[in-house]
């Protein structure tokens, strides 16, 4: 009964431990704020920003037990065909990634601190589908929420306008 489980394991599963099998593979994708194309700025087109986002997420690949398929970044994207132990939280692994990638990129081109509140929003996308779910990812990234100028606001509190009235007159 075990030489069977262990050959039923060893095609196509990753083994974590002698009791655990896994196959975990993740779709991610994540957009920068607003949809904004900041990894293809002209200001900054000698500087090889794309590169050290791959490499901050490359070296998170080697410090983690995940194993990275697919990786491309876009001018306003980033896509990952991951796999993963099942001991990762995708959460974890996404926000230490995006957190990673914006260092190496503020580290790089320090003046683009001030240039954005925050480089990646809070939401992303993961499938655990086997092919590239194309529908999905177009509908998410057609649902990023896109730059708005604020509005104006009005104090909570509107000071009462004093009236002046001269004694003299």
Known sequence: MQRQWEEECLSGY????????????YHILWTTRYG?????????????????IRKAIE??????????KTL???DNYVYLHVEIGPT??????????????????YNLIPEFRHRTSSLW???????TD????LDAINAFVAETPLWEPPKHRRAKHPKKKIEVKLLCS
């Open 88 to 105: 990762i939280a995708i959460t974890n692994l996404v926000y230490t990634m995006k957190r990673e990638s914006a260092k190496a990129l």
């Open 130 to 133: 086997l092919e590239y779910p």
């Open 14 to 25: 990753q083994r974590a431990r002698n009791d655990v099998c896994h196959h975990c593979t």
């Open 72 to 74: 491309e970044i876009g």
């Open 36 to 52: 904004r194309p900041y990894l293809a700025l002209k200001e900054y087109a000698k500087m090889p920003v794309k590169k050290t």
């Open 121 to 127: 929003p809070r939401r992303y996308f993961v499938s």
């Open 59 to 68: 070296r998170i690949e080697k410090d983690a037990p995940i194993a990275i």
